[in-house]
């Protein structure tokens, strides 16, 4: 490891269309400007050769290697630029392969240290052998395994704790909730297509069209398979959008670290330190709680402070994409044995007077509301009455599903925004806590509990009774003393 190692060179294929897209504004604007487009497609062909030549020149200054204890990185193109990492400040290590690092069999790998920004260092373009075995290297591994490989047949099993079958991934397809994100798609085509009508419309009569036509009564027919088919469409879409997402998924452990493998096209290797994971969150949508089935996440503390898609994603790792809830102790016992303890809390449900809290006001905001449209459009006021019936029972199943427990080293927290969340939040991940009380609420003696852990995230209980959240405070307090 010590002798300098280049980046693959597909790297100046990766790393000319990047620059490439980044400057599509301007090649847009010159589009526009200068008639001649001949001109246009020949600055285009010079600029894009001149990235061609700087991303060669920073395929050629960019190495890797390890010396006296630190891992250094030199890369760029004008700016040079140095990263030097000590061995002993690596926390994890992940691999990477998307789709286009398959066709050349190459991976990206990020180190990252405890610093909490983003990865410290990225190899965008490794051979995939190379990779294994620098992750190895760092994280001073002596029996790594690689999951990915066709070797793995010949490897011992027990080393995997937790794989998911395709039978599993279907299921977690089937009510994974996506279908609302892949019905926007026809939801978007119909409000095309409704333009087109109107346009259409002004070009001809459209009454003697409908009575010549029965244009109502064709339509109402066809809405009797069409949506039917958008929904049956969109369920089949949001299926294999899992399955791609979360193929081959694996998690084993070592003493210090958990690597979760998973992806179809996009390939992850995750390297998540014991440490760093701040909470346990098992989250049960409209259709898997029914079920007794759950998704169970970890909360990574890390990343820095950017609330980007990219470092959201990074802080939520998925540990079990689909697992019955009576399994969640057992796989916990084998791979969080640290949280098991978490499972075996009964409860407590929050007071009968913080339904009443809950209800009542809403209630009677929702009924001054549906009289004033009564009174605006007397013959579409009925639209509001299913609207309250379904805001009530939404807040009902909130306070249903509300509780909180004390643990031996931690707290169990469960609420439900739109599916429902249950928390195990140990005492060492919390920044802050606070008891949230108005004037209402203090009346009807009631209050939230809320903390922030490390990774940013704020946890908040539902209404519960004041001296309950005085004992949760109480509580955190002596264990942060002891």
Known sequence: MNKPQKLHPIFILFDVPKHFVSLLPVFIFLWVQIEDWLITLGICFIVFLCLLVYSV?????????????????????????????PLEQIQAVEIEQKLWHRLFDVVEVHIETASGNDSEAVLKAVKKTDALSLQKFLLREENKVDLGSSLEKNQNDTSIFYRVTWKTLIQAGMTSGKIVYTLSLPVLFGLKLLEYIDEASQFIDVDAFIEKQHFEMSMLMHLFWIIPSFLIVAWLISIVWTVIEFAYFKVRRDEKRLYVEYGFFHLRKLTIPIKRIQMVNVEENWLRQPLGWALVKLEIAGYGENNDEESKEKKKIVLFPLVSKREIPS????????????????????????????LIPQLIGLIIVQCIFFYLSPTWSW???????????????????????????????????LVRNTFYVPQRSMQSRTCLQSR????????????????????????????????????IKMKSMS
């Open 331 to 358: 796989l916990l016992q084998h791979i969080l044995p640290e949280y098991v303890a978490y499972t075996d809390i009964a409860l407590r449900p929050t007071p009968i007077k913080s339904k009443v809290y809950r």
């Open 383 to 417: 639209i509001g009455i299913p609207v309250i019936l379904i805001l009530m029972v939404y807040q009902w199943l909130r306070y249903q599903d509300e509780g909180w427990g004390l643990a031996k080293d931690g707290i169990v927290l469960r609420n439900r925004v």
């Open 57 to 85: 020149f920073e395929w050629i200054r960019s190495i890797y290697f390890i010396d006296h204890g630190e891992f250094c990185l030199q890369k760029g193109g004008i700016f040079h630029k140095k990263v030097f990492i």
């Open 440 to 475: 209402r609420m203090k009346r009807a003696q009631l209050a939230r509990f809320r903390t922030f852990i490390s990774s940013g995230r704020k946890i908040r209980s539902g209404y519960i009774a004041e001296m309950d959240v005085e004992q949760i405070l109480d509580w």
